[in-house]
């Protein structure tokens, strides 16, 4: 595969139906992507994307009766949410496969920027699944 060519505009069906699908091209245009991995690499990033976040969605959510009770707009909002947690996820996904490490100091380095990275992409989706959820983004108490 050369590296300078063309990714394929591809379509990954999320398998819950009733909610939002994402492209290559989405993710593309989230973060700068090698484009030697090619279309079906970066799919199936996305698809593991969707198992993780539909997962942590409530069954009232996962059955999709709650996206009956929105209105338009809260509708489109809870859609790109839900988007914008699905292509986190794949990025972040990526970032913990491909962390460059190897055996100079400088490997090293870049590999824990890598991590820094996905721990960032994972606050987000976090921040996203609690406004999906209507929970608070804070996780703890003060006693």
Same mark, same amino acid.
């Given at each position: 595969m050369?590296?300078n060519?063309q990714i394929?505009?591809?379509?990954?069906?999320n398998?819950l139906?009733?909610?939002p699908s994402?492209?290559?091209?989405?993710?593309?245009?989230?973060m700068?992507? *090698?484009? =030697?991995q090619?279309?079906p690499?970066?799919a199936?990033y996305?698809?593991?994307?969707? +198992?993780e976040?539909? @997962?942590?969605?409530p069954e009232?959510?996962?059955?999709g009766s709650?996206l009956?009770t929105l209105?338009?707009?809260k509708l489109?909002?809870?859609?790109?949410?839900y988007k914008?947690?699905?292509l986190h996820e794949?990025?972040?996904?990526m970032?913990?496969?491909?962390?460059?490490y *190897?055996? =100079?100091?400088?490997?090293v380095?870049?590999?824990?920027?890598?991590a820094?990275?996905s +721990?960032?992409l994972? @606050?987000?989706v976090?921040?996203?699944?609690?406004?999906?959820?209507?929970?608070?983004r804070?996780?703890i108490?003060?006693?």
């Open positions: 050369l590296i060519q394929q505009s591809e379509n990954v069906d398998p139906d009733f909610l994402v492209t290559v091209d989405d993710m593309i245009t989230l700068r992507v *090698d484009k =030697t090619g279309s690499r970066i199936s996305i698809s593991h994307a969707y +198992d976040i539909n @997962r942590m969605l009232t959510h996962s059955d709650y009956d209105t338009y707009v489109d909002e809870y859609c790109r949410t914008r947690a699905v794949a990025a972040a996904l970032a913990d496969d491909y962390s460059d *190897d055996s =100079t100091g400088a490997g380095i870049r590999g824990d920027n890598q820094t990275k +721990d960032k994972r @606050r987000i976090n921040h996203c699944i609690a406004d999906l959820t209507n929970k608070p804070n996780r108490s003060l006693l």
